[in-house]
């Protein structure tokens, strides 16, 4: 099935690396180069999705000027010849139909996504949370998108979670089909004892959902922490007609967590033809007054 429209709710205020975040949005913390949402929204290009809509909050312009066309900066490029630099500003203005709303209220992530209504209107679509970059051969959402539909309405990216820190995730009852797809029945937000636990297989970062999430969501009653959780929206699905959860081939980071964000900055940057070199030699230097 073609998926053409994507959802980047991108309105947390990511008060778990705080102080950084009081002014810059977690979402635009650099990758070496290039900002997380940048690394996001490619993904989403290269799985086909041509219109992705980016919900923020107050405070998050600096997400809207990233993506949006750059003339000074641009005319000073090509004054000064620096046309490789050129191409890659202006490329990031080209690479989708990006369109921005705001969530005034934060109500959780359900509610974030519930403001999506009018723009993805009757087809199925990708939500990709924004402070999630995953790095893999095919892209994550991609690998989502051609299981969709396959075993249920909608499917979830998942990956394993440590026992001790399934209470800070959602837990699925999922049963395997073959190879890394598996049908899901049942998903449990933020477990709280060990009884809640339906399994160690947590949702992260991905999904591909059909447009009745909407309907559902109207009437999802605020749920963990008192937030309207996408979760137990997408649990009505699972219970009644399935979901499918895929494994996903890749290396996730969390962007919104201090390790995952050095994570980042050293594992991406071990692969980065401009930094791979110099980095490989400086981390064996420190290895040696570890």
Same mark, same amino acid.
């Given at each position: 099935?073609?998926?053409?429209?994507?959802?980047?709710?991108?309105?947390? $205020?990511?008060?778990?690396?705080?102080?950084?975040?009081?002014?810059?949005?977690?979402?635009?913390?650099?990758?070496?180069?290039?900002?997380?949402?940048?690394?996001?929204?490619?993904?989403?290009?290269?799985?086909?999705?041509?219109?992705?809509?980016?919900?923020?909050?107050? %405070?998050?312009?600096?997400?809207?000027?990233?993506?949006?066309?750059?003339?000074?900066?641009?005319?000073?490029?090509?004054?000064?010849?620096?046309?490789?630099?050129?191409?890659?500003?202006?490329?990031?203005?080209?690479?989708?139909?990006?369109?921005?709303?705001?969530?005034?209220?934060?109500?959780? $992530?359900?509610?974030?996504?519930?403001?999506?209504?009018?723009?993805?209107?009757?087809?199925?679509?990708?939500?990709?949370?924004?402070?999630?970059?995953?790095?893999?051969?095919?892209?994550?959402?991609?690998?989502?998108?051609?299981?969709? %539909?396959?075993?249920?309405?909608?499917?979830?990216?998942?990956?394993?979670?440590?026992?001790?820190?399934?209470?800070?995730?959602?837990?699925?009852?999922?049963?395997?089909?073959?190879?890394?797809?598996?049908?899901?029945?049942?998903?449990?937000?933020?477990?709280?004892?060990?009884?809640?636990?339906?399994?160690?297989?947590?949702?992260?970062?991905?999904?591909?959902?059909?447009?009745?999430?909407?309907?559902?969501?109207?009437?999802?009653?605020?749920?963990?922490?008192? #937030?309207?959780?996408?979760?137990?929206?997408?649990? #009505?699905?699972?219970?009644?007609?399935?979901?499918?959860?895929?494994?996903?081939?890749?290396?996730?980071?969390?962007?919104?967590?201090?390790?995952?964000?050095?994570?980042?900055?050293?594992?991406?940057?071990? #692969?980065?033809?401009?930094?791979?070199?110099?980095?490989?030699?400086?981390?064996? #230097?420190?290895?040696?007054?570890?």
């Amino acid at each position: 099935m073609k998926i053409t429209k994507a959802v980047i709710p991108a309105a947390g $205020l990511g008060t778990r690396v705080l102080p950084a975040t009081k002014n810059m949005p977690k979402e635009m913390f650099p990758i070496v180069d290039k900002p997380t949402i940048q690394y996001i929204v490619e993904e989403a290009v290269a799985a086909g999705i041509t219109d992705i809509l980016i919900i923020t909050n107050r %405070g998050k312009g600096l997400i809207e000027d990233h993506f949006d066309a750059s003339p000074e900066l641009e005319a000073q490029l090509e004054k000064s010849g620096k046309t490789e630099f050129l191409e890659t500003v202006r490329e990031i203005s080209n690479l989708a139909n990006i369109t921005f709303i705001r969530q005034k209220e934060m109500k959780g $992530l359900g509610h974030a996504v519930l403001k999506a209504k009018s723009f993805v209107g009757n087809e199925p679509f990708a939500v990709m949370y924004g402070d999630g970059v995953i790095v893999s051969k095919t892209p994550a959402i991609k690998q989502l998108i051609d299981c969709y %539909g396959e075993y249920g309405e909608g499917v979830v990216g998942v990956k394993l979670v440590p026992e001790q820190d399934i209470h800070k995730y959602g837990s699925l009852k999922v049963e395997n089909l073959h190879d890394n797809v598996f049908k899901c029945t049942d998903m449990k937000e933020k477990p709280q004892t060990k009884d809640e636990v339906l399994s160690l297989y947590s949702i992260l970062d991905r999904c591909v959902l059909p447009a009745e999430i909407f309907e559902i969501l109207e009437r999802t009653k605020p749920g963990a922490g008192g #937030e309207i959780q996408l979760t137990d929206a997408m649990r #009505e699905i699972a219970v009644t007609k399935g979901m499918t959860a895929v494994e996903f081939e890749g290396k996730r980071y969390d962007m919104g967590n201090k390790f995952g964000i050095l994570q980042a900055q050293i594992e991406v940057g071990l #692969e980065h033809p401009e930094t791979k070199d110099q980095l490989r030699e400086y981390i064996k #230097e420190i290895a040696k007054t570890l």
